[in-house]
Each structure stands twice: as C-alpha cells, then as structure tokens.
C-alpha cells in the first residue's frame, strides 16, 4: 500500500494543503470547524504527519504556483484562465492553491515553498498590505496581480505589482452617480477595515462625496457579515434586505462587486422597488453576469485579459533574468447600462 501524503488528506478534506498543515500544527489563524474536520479525516485515514516534508511529491521545477483569494467571485475565473493558457505556451506548469478569506495569504505561500520546486508565484485577490518580514522570506520572484499597493512603500521595489487604481476607479463611479443628481448613496462594502481592494473602493467613495462637500453617512456604509465568501450574491442580498428594514433614505447603492450588486437587485425587486425608476445600483469588475442581467448592471470593468497576461509576461521575464519588477496600473473603464438614472 502506498504511502499516505499530506495530499491525500487535503483532498479528502476539500481544503488545501496549507489548511492542512495549520492543523496539524496548531496554527491559530484557522477556523476552528476547519480544524475539527481536517483532524477527524486524519484519524479516519490513519496519516502520520511527516515533519520534515521529504517524501511530499515534488512537481517539475519549471513550475509557477497561482494562489487565489475569493476563488468564488467569478471575476477571478477569467483571470485564471488566461494565466493558465499564457502559462502553458511558456511551457511552463502551473500550480493553483485557494486560500481562504481567513488565511494569510504570504503564509500559504511560504508553506508552499517549502512543498514544491517553485520558480515564480502569483498572488490574485488579498490585502494590499503585508508584514515586511514574511515578503523578505519568499525566496523566488512573485507578482501581486489584481491587487493595488501602498504608494511611498519601499517593499515594492522586490516584487511586481499589476492592478488598477481600485480607489479612483470607485471615485469615477461615486461621481457618475452625484451627476445624474444623486445624493443618497449607499456603499456595500467588505469591511470598513479590511486592508483589501474594498477598503480602496470604500476610500474612493469617501473621496467623490467629500470632494462635492457632501458629508459621509456612515448609516449609508453597508458592511457585509459573511466574512468567508464576501463577495457572495447571498451577502448581498441580506446586506440590502437588512438595511431596507432600517427604513434609511437612499436614492442610489454602489456594490464594490458586480454579484454584491445582482444579490442587491434581488432583494430590492423584492421589496417592490424598481430599478433604476425608483433605485440605482451600480457595481464593479464587469463580469459578464451583468452584461446579461435583467436590467443590466452599470460597471466599472476592469480590463481582465491584458492584466492577466501582462502578470504572466512579467514574471517570467523577471524568473529569466530579461526584466526588473515593475508596478503597472491598468485603466479600468465605466460602463453605463440600464440599473442606473436619475433619481425622483
């Protein structure tokens, strides 16, 4: 019979191997159901934890890891597509590992590291901060993509950066919606203090209604509850239903997501409200759910393809040698469709 391997037990487990890992060792930063299930499948299966990682399986060293935070938003399926086939004509082969909301996304990749023969590593979703002294200990090139950085920071000179600039690109939408005479506008947002794109977009709508001299309603600030999945239709859903019960006077709700936004229309088309007549809702990302959504989702789209391959162009180049790390900023782009108009 043949050895069992961590593998096998995240596989059992439906988690990654990473997860697996932080039970066996007692990491804090895991959920505890989490935890109780991967022990109960270890001892299910009978696996030893092997300590020194020797006997794990290593992959071809021509080998690049993609580690994806929020794997449900669709928006990320795109983007895996096109690094995955931009990768392939690299011949080069490609690991692909979910982290979840709770984790660390740094840490996941250092255990990652230590299991295979990495030679690059791309980061989707996530923070855009991080502890100076776990980037120090990622010893291959990698590339943030999809996720901004913090201006004046020193640390991005020893990695890559590809993104759009969340924060104007949400101040660009908040602004469309005060010149169609808006001026209630409701945010559904991640987390007020979430370092995340949706702390960058919550920014740019404090940006937009300050700079018309506006004064920010925080009882307009809708926080999701669902912190595993947050960009989930459900979260929006609940989100909006629960802040219709509050009887609070809007006009308008910017989703930071375009499926917050769809779980958003639902629960207004519920409440009898008709979109835009009676509410606007506008979301971001431009993920082709809205384009087909009845009414159609007013967005902000960021241009996935050319982000995509950009990351995978960069980093390969920098793995061989032919480039330095680079901080690109993609223009994201409004897209004005039938879920928004003037208010009353």
Not at 133 to 158: A, C, H, M, W, Y
Not at 252 to 262: K, R, S, T, W, Y
Request: hydrophobic content about 40%; glycine content about 6%; aromatic content about 6%.
């Amino acid at each position: 019979m043949e050895e069992m391997t961590i593998k096998d037990v995240a596989k059992k487990c439906g988690v990654g191997v990473s997860t697996v890992s932080r039970a066996i060792n007692n990491h804090p930063d895991i959920n505890p159901e989490t935890k109780k299930m991967v022990m109960d499948v270890i001892r299910q299966m009978g696996y030893v934890p092997n300590n020194s990682a020797r006997n794990l399986k290593r992959v071809d060293a021509k080998c690049i890891a993609v580690l994806i935070k929020g794997i449900t938003n669709p928006f990320f399926s795109a983007v895996i597509q096109v690094i995955e086939a931009e990768v392939q004509k690299k011949k080069y082969a490609m690991v692909m590992q979910h982290v979840e909301a709770y984790e660390n996304e740094l840490e996941v990749a250092l255990e990652l590291i230590k299991e295979k023969r990495l030679r690059g590593i791309i980061f989707l979703g996530g923070t855009y901060y991080h502890d100076p002294k776990q980037l120090e200990k990622l010893n291959v090139p990698f590339v943030f993509s999809t996720i901004g950085t913090v201006q004046g920071d020193e640390r991005i000179r020893t990695y890559s950066n590809i993104a759009v600039d969340d924060r104007v690109e949400s101040r660009k939408m908040v602004d469309y919606l005060l010149d169609l005479g808006h001026r209630r506008i409701a945010i559904v947002v991640e987390g007020t203090a979430a370092e995340s794109v949706g702390q960058l977009r919550l920014e740019g709508y404090r940006d937009a209604l300050s700079a018309r001299g506006i004064d920010v309603d925080e009882n307009l600030i809708l926080e999701v509850r669902d912190k595993i999945d947050p960009y989930s239709m459900e979260n929006g859903y609940k989100t909006m239903r629960e802040f219709l019960a509050t009887e609070t006077e809007f006009t308008a709700v910017f989703a930071i997501a375009d499926f917050l936004a769809v779980g958003v229309c639902r629960a207004l088309y519920e409440a009898g409200l008709r979109i835009p007549e009676d509410v606007s809702v506008a979301g971001y990302d431009g993920i082709p759910i809205g384009k087909f959504y009845t009414p159609q989702l007013t967005t902000i789209c960021q241009p996935v393809e050319a982000m995509a391959k950009k990351t995978v162009t960069l980093l390969l180049d920098v793995i061989s040698g032919k480039a330095e790390h680079e901080h690109i900023t993609f223009p994201a782009e409004l897209i004005i469709r039938e879920s928004t108009g003037k208010p009353k």
